[in-house]
């Protein structure tokens, strides 16, 4: 997750949107983490910026829809996908065909 969340902020330094650094890592770490938990690992991670918007996209090895746990306030797991709801103006997945999924999420910069 560590170096998910540096590149986020070097690449964000680089284009000059560090406003949205902080909750860009939080989504990213969250997709990666899904990842890897539910979708056989994370094969890539890409982020693109468009005029307001920044998109963080996530590939997995799996085809598995992710789904966004009922809200259980004693559970240790199962909140990612509401904080990616929360910061973010939109969020779903792709399946392109193979067994690899694209997951996405966009901020609004």
């Given amino acids: 997750m560590a170096t998910a969340r540096r590149f986020v902020d070097q690449t964000l330094t680089t284009?000059?949107?560090?406003?949205?650094?902080?909750?860009?890592?939080?989504?990213?770490?969250?997709?990666?983490?899904?990842a890897m938990r539910h979708g056989g690992g994370a094969a890539q991670l890409r982020l693109l910026s468009h005029e307001a918007e920044l998109a963080c996209v996530v590939t997995d090895h799996s085809?598995?829809?992710?789904?966004?746990?009922?809200?259980?306030?004693?559970?240790?797991?199962?909140?990612?996908?509401?904080?990616?709801?929360?910061?973010?103006t939109a969020w779903g997945w792709l399946s392109p065909g193979g067994p690899?999924?694209?997951?996405w999420a966009v901020l609004a910069g």
């Fill in 100 to 103: 690899r999924k694209l997951v």
């Fill in 63 to 88: 085809r598995t829809v992710p789904v966004a746990a009922a809200p259980d306030v004693f559970s240790e797991f199962g909140r990612g996908l509401r904080l990616v709801d929360a910061l973010c």
């Fill in 15 to 34: 284009w000059g949107v560090i406003e949205v650094a902080f909750d860009a890592q939080l989504v990213v770490s969250e997709l990666v983490t899904n």
